[in-house]
């Protein structure tokens, strides 16, 4: 599975964005996909992710401000970012792994894209 991130950008805060994760292969709905994000020095946080299955989870930080749902028929998993915060300001990534049942965690995802970065400004 090969991921390519988009849609990052600059944006004041308030502001919203929509990222998009879209995936080459077959069987994407067999995917689990997670959004995680990254500020330089600091380790990567899970942001959202959505089972194969559908089930969602978000991180506290998120949780209110934050959606994010699939498109299996054109491969693409969508986070939909609104009343966006300063702190929100990371490269976020998506990752996918095969239907598990197990929480999201950088290290028990298989597939990694590049990242689109995210800068919000005060």
């Known amino acids: 599975v090969q991921l390519q991130a988009s849609g990052g950008g600059l944006v004041q805060a308030g502001g919203s964005l929509r990222l998009s994760c879209a995936a080459s292969?077959?069987?994407?709905?067999?995917?689990?996909i997670g959004w995680f994000r990254q500020v330089l020095g600091k380790e990567r946080e899970f942001v959202a992710g959505?089972?194969?299955?559908?089930?969602?989870e978000y991180a506290d930080s998120v949780k209110g401000r934050i959606t994010m749902f699939r498109d299996n028929a054109k491969k693409t998993v969508y986070l939909q970012m609104n009343s966006l915060k300063p702190e929100d300001t990371a490269r976020y990534y998506c990752?996918?792994?095969?239907?598990?049942?197990?929480?999201?965690?950088?290290?028990?995802?298989?597939?990694w894209g590049k990242g689109t970065q995210v800068t919000v400004s005060s």
């Open positions: 990752a996918a792994r095969w239907s598990s049942y197990r929480d999201m965690k950088d290290d028990n995802m298989d597939y």
């Open positions: 292969g077959r069987t994407f709905s067999n995917y689990d």
């Open positions: 959505i089972w194969s299955e559908s089930r969602r």
